[in-house]
């Protein structure tokens, strides 16, 4: 692999001398700076930022949009990179710093250099004469010293023909960016004529591809994503002449070949953070995702000078900076506008989904791991705390139901005014759905799938539920508790094809308010209650932290047998996952790549512990702690732990 690319983190934009828009500065700075440079090209692209990659090897480049400069659209300078940090006295962070302290640029001129880093892979790595954790060949490895890589290549198995089937569509699925891997596209399938943005790399998508490598001990191409999402974070107009938060990762980008004014072509890296994609849907579960690979990404490799690097510990503190920020909500939930995640579409789900909130409270565990303690964090990682422990009790004392629970909400007295109501958020108990008194197993619950004021969507959503098994959002009860109920329901919830994003289908009047009469939308497909192969691994992973590897197995063995004859589609329908899709696309990446991690997170549990997180008492004592309000005695673990939250 050849050095190739020198990106500008968005951030530096940001260092702009307010006399100056950002382009007509980087004109300024760059036409009168390019004899110094060589080799270097930047692009102004005439509608949205993007990244590029040189046409030459041998140089750097980056992207910058703005307005048409010539009349093909682009405008070719040479710019200095290095030379920006010349400029960061006129910094201001223009992120919200009530509350924490300046996380990016401190002291003026004593400012920590944060350089545009060199994503020049072969230089960050470290260097290939230590010992190969292991040789792939026709991979993407990474040779880490230190690695975990050697044990997982060790530990596999032979292949089964369907994993081998698997592993050649997933590598087909490979999207590459100046030559290197960068991530997979949502769906392959050779015949669609009509891809949509599927032919796009995801965010969320490559979550289980990226697990499937790592775990097979290729680590460049996580490597690779890790660093180029991060460097696409918002930073401009995009909706409607609107800047979304700082920090903000797009939903999916694609690689693009832009044409140079000399017959040349270069390739940039075009992302959609929302304002191309169906319906304007903002990706908020990009940057929770992010953060939560991040993490994987050491632990898996072993390799943790990528979080420790300058810009991305800048990457996610722009990511956790939105999320933390105050707006105008009341509880410690993420505040979120509908499809806002991996249901892209209107579902109802606007408010506190709890799929966000799971991967938020997730998100909030890995940085807390991963951020490098400094004057400069300390505030940030007093927040994180904060935050972590209100929303899991929030979440565990508001969103969790059992028969006990439901029957105490069926006796709710509403209308009450006061501090300590029991009735909080003023639930007409007439709210319990009918099928939900029927449904409810003797043994088993789950989180609903949103609270707001007067509201209590009773929806079972999957992928919220599994993911607080995994991040232990929920007491160990709890976790315990989702597995039977699943067990309970495996019919409505597993069926014929695992799982059913959520249950039940949202039908007749519901499904034409609720959905606003969406057609891809309708009862028991796609987002209302159809089955995602996707969600696989998610299940594996939470049945592997709970020990009921019986249940993975079982629900493996349902994909293993369905899936290639069915070319891997993105989703099922009708009740129990009896049909393809109507309209879902084949070849679908995570569905492949959900169905090989789950296969090798169950062939390598020690690796699969690397993926989930224990209870965390300290967290609960702090919880405890504030709500019990009274004596030191109270505020211990043991009273944490016999406390209704365990
Ligand atoms: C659909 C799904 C979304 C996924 C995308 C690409 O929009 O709802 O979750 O990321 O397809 O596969």
């Known amino acids: 692999m050849k050095p190739c690319i020198r990106i500008l983190h968005p951030f530096y934009l940001s260092f702009v001398p307010t006399n100056f828009s950002k382009f007509e500065w980087f004109n300024h700075k760059f036409h009168t700076s390019s004899s110094r440079v060589l080799g270097f090209k930047s692009i102004f692209n005439h509608s949205r930022k993007a990244i590029s990659a ?19 659209g682009y405008h070719v300078v040479a710019t200095v990179p290095s030379n920006i940090r010349n400029f960061s006295k006129s910094v201001e962070t223009r992120v919200n710093n009530q509350n924490f302290e300046k996380i990016y640029v401190q002291g003026g001129l004593n400012v920590k250099q944060l350089v545009p ?67 997979t596209v949502a ?10 943005n599927y032919d796009q790399v995801f965010i969320r998508d490559f979550v289980p591809s990226a697990l499937a490598f790592l775990l097979k001990g290729e680590g460049e191409i996580v490597r690779n994503f890790l660093l180029h999402t991060m460097q696409l974070q918002s930073w401009e107009k995009t909706v409607d002449c609107y800047s979304p938060g700082q920090g903000l990762m797009p939903a999916s980008f694609k690689v693009r070949s832009v044409a140079l004014d000399d017959n040349k072509f270069e390739e940039v890296l075009d992302p959609d953070f929302g304002e191309s994609a169906i319906g304007r849907v903002a990706p908020v579960d990009s940057g929770l995702w992010w953060i939560i690979l991040l993490r994987a990404y050491g632990k898996i490799t072993g390799d943790y000078t ?45 408010g506190h989904p709890l799929e966000i909130q799971a991967l938020f409270y997730s998100a909030l565990r890995c940085s807390r791991e991963m951020l490098t303690l400094d004057d400069g964090s300390k505030n940030l990682v007093r927040a994180i705390n904060n935050r972590l422990s209100a929303l899991s009790f929030h979440i565990r004392e508001y969103y969790w139901v059992d028969l006990k629970k439901i029957n105490e909400i069926y006796r709710y007295k509403t209308e009450e005014y006061s501090t300590d109501a029991t009735n909080k958020f003023n639930i007409y108990p007439e709210q319990i759905p009918h099928w939900l008194m029927d449904w409810i197993p003797e043994k088993g619950g789950y989180l609903i799938g949103n609270l707001q004021p007067g509201h209590m969507d009773f929806r079972f959503f999957t992928l919220g539920n599994l993911w607080s098994i995994v991040s232990s959002l929920g007491t160990p009860k709890h976790n315990e508790a989702i597995l039977n109920l699943i067990e309970a329901k495996w019919d409505d919830l597993i069926g014929q094809m695992p799982l059913k994003i959520c249950y039940p289908a949202l039908e007749s009047e519901e499904w034409r308010i609720i959905t606003g009469s969406d057609p891809k939308n309708t009862p028991w497909s796609y987002h209302n209650g159809g089955s995602w192969p996707a969600l696989l691994w998610q299940f594996t992973l939470a049945c592997m932290k709970m020990g009921r590897m019986d249940f993975a197995k079982k629900a493996i063995e349902l994909a293993e047998k369905r899936l290639p004859v069915d070319r891997w589609p993105e ?42 997180w224990e209870e965390d008492y300290d967290l609960l004592e702090t919880c405890v702690c504030v709500l019990s309000n009274s004596s030191r005695k109270k505020c211990s673990r043991s009273a944490a732990k016999s406390q209704i939250l365990v």
Not at 591 to 603: N, V
Request: with cysteine; proline share 4%; glycine share 8%.
């Open 54 to 72: 040189p046409s030459s090897t041998s140089g750097q480049a980056r992207i910058l949009s703005g307005t048409n400069f010539n009349n093909r």
């Open 306 to 350: 990528l979080q420790d690097r300058v810009d991305i510990q800048t990457g996610m503190k722009l990511v956790l900076n939105l999320c933390l920020s105050d707006g105008f909500d009341m509880f410690p939930s993420l505040l979120v506008t509908d499809g806002s995640c991996m249901i892209d579409r209107r579902m109802g789900i606007h």
């Open 571 to 612: 989703y099922y329908d009708t009740r129990n996952g009896k049909f393809i899709g109507k309209q879902s696309r084949l070849y679908q990446t995570w569905s492949i790549a959900g169905f090989l991690t789950s296969k090798m997170l169950l062939e390598n549990p020690e690796m699969a512990s690397l993926l989930f």
């Open 117 to 183: 880093e060199n994503i020049d892979l072969d230089e960050t790595l470290p260097n290939n004469d230590g010992d190969r954790a292991q040789v792939i060949d026709g991979g993407y490895g990474v040779n880490e010293e230190n690695s975990n890589l050697a044990g997982v290549v060790k530990a596999n198995k032979k292949e089964s023909e369907v994993e081998k089937e698997a592993w050649r569509l997933l590598r087909n699925a490979v999207v590459t960016y100046c030559n290197s891997p960068i991530g």
């Open 187 to 196: 769906a392959n399938d050779p015949n669609d004529k009509m891809p949509l």
